[in-house]
């Protein structure tokens, strides 16, 4: 995204999380995003009478990622940070 205008910024990722205005007159625009990861469920051994034993039900996990993205006064992206290197 770095180099791209403002307007691809918002095409792509949508109305930004927070927007921070810079004594420059450069603004930060942040978003958070949210993942969602679904693990089925398990079950572990089983009886000839009972059928499967020590079942665990399926286990839901959210992460969060961040992006910053810094905008110039001409609305170019200069500058692109993510949590964890990625997202």
Same mark, same amino acid.
């Given at each position: ?14 109305? @930004?999380?927070? *927007?921070?205005?810079? #004594? ?10 949210? %993942?969602? &990861? ?18 665990? @039900?399926?286990? *839901?996990?959210?992460? #969060? ?10 609305? %170019?992206? &200069? ?9």
């Amino acid at each position: 995204m770095v180099g791209a205008n403002l307007s691809k910024l918002i095409e792509e990722f949508g109305p @930004p999380s927070s *927007v921070v205005k810079l #004594k420059n007159g450069s603004r930060i625009f942040s978003y958070i995003f949210v %993942k969602r &990861y679904v693990y089925p469920s398990t079950c572990t051994g089983y009886s000839y009478y009972f059928g499967a034993v020590d079942c665990f @039900p399926p286990e *839901v996990e959210e992460r #969060k990622f961040y992006a910053n993205f810094w905008v110039d006064k001409n609305d %170019k992206i &200069y500058k692109a940070e993510f949590s964890n290197g990625k997202f």
